[in-house]
């Protein structure tokens, strides 16, 4: 399963690092935002599934309120990819879960294809290690 995900992420090579995985993975990065207004004027342009969102972006901690907004407001399935997963502990509405930096390739995938399957009504059994979903 393929999807349309856009990385908002302010550092620039765990930007690029994102993209090279997600592409051999075979899904379409739409997209590299380094700021909250950069990434929903993104979203407002173009067709997004999935949204992986730092916290702390290039315009200060925007992450959490941007992916309320994307989740809630615009229908983008939204992981958070934090080294801060405290800061949303107690989860974010329209948001799924957070994965904490640094991770691997693998924990990337596994999350990414749960989240996937969520979003397409697909049965999963549980979480993948990693992934800390919300409530």
């Given at each position: 399963?393929?999807?349309?995900?856009?990385?908002?992420?302010?550092?620039?090579?765990?930007?690029?690092?994102?993209?090279?995985?997600?592409?051999?993975?075979?899904?379409?990065?739409?997209?590299?935002?380094?700021?909250?207004?950069?990434?929903?004027?993104?979203?407002?342009?173009?067709?997004?599934?999935?949204?992986?969102?730092?916290?702390?972006?290039?315009?200060?901690?925007?992450?959490?309120?941007?992916?309320?907004?994307?989740?809630?407001?615009?229908?983008?399935?939204?992981?958070?990819?934090?080294?801060?997963?405290?800061?949303?502990?107690?989860?974010?509405?329209?948001?799924?879960?957070?994965?904490s930096?640094?991770?691997?390739?693998?924990?990337?995938?596994?999350?990414?294809?749960?989240?996937?399957?969520?979003?397409?009504?697909?049965?999963?059994?549980?979480?993948?290690?990693?992934?800390?979903?919300?409530a």
């Amino acid at each position: 399963m393929t999807a349309r995900i856009l990385i908002i992420e302010d550092e620039a090579l765990v930007a690029m690092e994102l993209r090279f995985v997600l592409e051999d993975l075979g899904h379409e990065v739409v997209g590299v935002a380094t700021t909250a207004k950069g990434a929903r004027d993104m979203a407002r342009e173009i067709d997004v599934d999935l949204a992986l969102v730092d916290i702390h972006l290039s315009d200060g901690p925007t992450g959490i309120s941007l992916g309320r907004e994307l989740g809630q407001d615009m229908g983008v399935t939204v992981l958070f990819m934090t080294a801060n997963p405290g800061m949303v502990r107690d989860g974010v509405a329209g948001a799924m879960g957070v994965l904490s930096k640094p991770t691997d390739e693998r924990c990337v995938q596994k999350a990414i294809d749960y989240a996937l399957r969520c979003r397409h009504g697909e049965p999963v059994e549980y979480a993948p290690p990693g992934l800390q979903l919300f409530a």
